[in-house]
Nanobody, 112 residues
Framework: QVQLVESGGGLVQAGGSLTLSCVVS????????MGWFRQAPGKEREFVAT????????HYADSVKGRFTISREYAKNTLYLYMNSLKPEDTGVYYC?????WGQGTQVTVSS
């Protein structure tokens, strides 16, 4: 059984920054890739960013490109999302993803 636990969300003003973390536990860990998704109120869950675990190759949604950075830390089995220049439209619940596994989500609210 795999467990993903996100943290780091909160309330921030537009233009501010937040860092999200996702700790993976529960089994031998050697994923191909992990990612971040988000869901705004009344909307579908959408892709934010993904990273290939071994190479560190990244891919971003156009809406966050240049503002968000995804990274991973081997020793801590942890995935990060560094979010800068936040906008009100970045508001939502952010989830980390590994294959079919999802965390419980962490709320990010950006005020204008």
């Amino acid at each position: 059984q795999v467990q993903l636990v996100e943290s780091g969300g909160g309330l921030v003003q537009a233009g501010g920054s937040l860092t999200l973390s996702c700790v993976v536990s529960g089994r031998a860990f050697s994923p191909y890739a992990m990612g971040w998704f988000r869901q705004a109120p009344g909307k579908e869950r959408e892709f934010v960013a993904t990273i290939t675990w071994s190479s560190g190759s990244t891919h971003y949604a156009d809406s966050v490109k240049g503002r968000f950075t995804i990274s991973r830390e081997y020793a801590k089995n942890t995935l990060y999302l560094y979010m800068n220049s936040l906008k009100p439209e970045d508001t939502g619940v952010y989830y980390c993803n590994l294959y079919d596994y999802w965390g419980q989500g962490t709320q990010v609210t950006v005020s204008s």
